[in-house]
């Protein structure tokens, strides 16, 4: 059995000579919900319609399921919505689903009740889809999208148009598909909402992957601390344990400590050490949520 549901390796597209992708190297594990990060034109939508087959590759190759021939077949695993999704708006929601039964040739019409418990949608009866919220339409379009019980879920900007209260019973639904269904999914979010719910990123910046990350590695560089550096390591957790009482702290190769607690006594820490014999050559608070990250992760290129 394959690893990684998704692989792309140097995967690019031109138009002309603009590329709107540029050598993407991708991998996406099983049962993962995969957060594509990157801001208006970083590539994101390109490269979802690369991978459902909508657009066509320059260069490079994509390998669906472990194969990267027949790939027509392997998308038939695929459930997705991309950007806002066609939808019969003379139709209710039970017959845009059936609708896209017939056309896929889903044999069990119980499919379409399950699929409208399952986002919300049961008693939306007669109305006819013309008349919903903008919030309805991206409930039924991931409706669609989950019609057939997919292995591999592609979502482009799914929150779009949910309120709170419809974001979060999204992003249990999400969670929901990954522990029960084996799901894997790969989702662009609002970056506040992605953070709560990936547990592996790619960083998209101007069509280029700046890098791809699991969320213990993400939140391990977030994490707010207290980085210190001093003259002497061994000396320093000694009686930061000792005296100071301190002992969530990790030692890293760069010779940076960071501390995970005390972070509003920086002071005791900054008088602890010098009256016992300890340099500090650095003290401060760090760390980062999404936003931060992503900033400060493109920053070094913005003029690349």
């Known amino acids: ?25 991708l991998t996406i594990p099983k049962g993962e919900i995969y957060g594509l990060v990157g801001e208006n034109g970083a ?17 490079g190759e994509i390998i669906l ?3 990267k021939d027949n790939l027509q077949h392997e998308r038939s695993k695929i459930g997705c919505t991309i950007e806002m999704p066609a ?6 929601a039970s017959q845009n689903l059936e609708v896209q039964r017939i056309q896929r040739g889903i044999p069990n019409k119980k499919c379409i009740t399950d699929t409208l418990e399952l986002i919300g949608l049961s008693n939306a009866g007669k109305k006819r889809v013309a008349n919903f919220s903008l919030g309805m339409k991206q409930r039924l379009a991931l409706g669609v999208a989950l019609l057939g019980e997919p292995e591999f879920l592609i979502l ?7 309120d709170p209260t419809g974001i979060i019973e999204l992003r249990e639904l999400l969670k929901k598909l990954v522990k029960e269904r ?5 989702s662009s979010h609002i ?23 699991s969320t213990e590695e993400l939140n391990e560089e977030c994490k707010r ?21 301190i002992n969530n702290y990790s030692v890293y190769p760069d010779n940076s400590i960071r501390i995970y607690e005390c972070l509003d006594n920086v002071r005791m820490i900054s008088k602890l050490l010098p009256s016992n014999g300890v340099i500090i050559d650095e003290i401060s608070v760090q760390g980062e949520n999404l936003e931060t990250y992503f900033e400060n992760l493109i920053g070094g290129r913005k003029n690349v």
């Open 225 to 245: 601390h207290i980085c210190l550096r001093t003259d002497n390591i061994q000396k320093t957790t000694l009686l930061l344990e000792q005296k100071g009482n």
């Open 1 to 25: 059995m394959t690893k990684f549901i998704c692989e792309t390796k140097n995967l690019s597209k031109k138009y002309k000579d603009f590329y709107a992708l540029k050598n993407v190297n």
């Open 156 to 162: 482009d900007e799914p929150v779009n148009g949910l």
């Open 87 to 92: 939808l019969y708006k003379d139709m209710t």
């Open 191 to 213: 970056l506040s909402e992605l953070h709560q719910l990936a547990t592996c990123y790619g960083f998209l910046h101007k069509g280029e992957l700046l890098k791809q990350i």
């Open 65 to 67: 399921f472990g194969h």
């Open 43 to 59: 590539g994101k939508t390109t490269l979802i319609r690369l991978l459902t087959g909508l657009n066509f590759k320059s260069e």
């Open 182 to 186: 084996e799901v894997t999914i790969l």
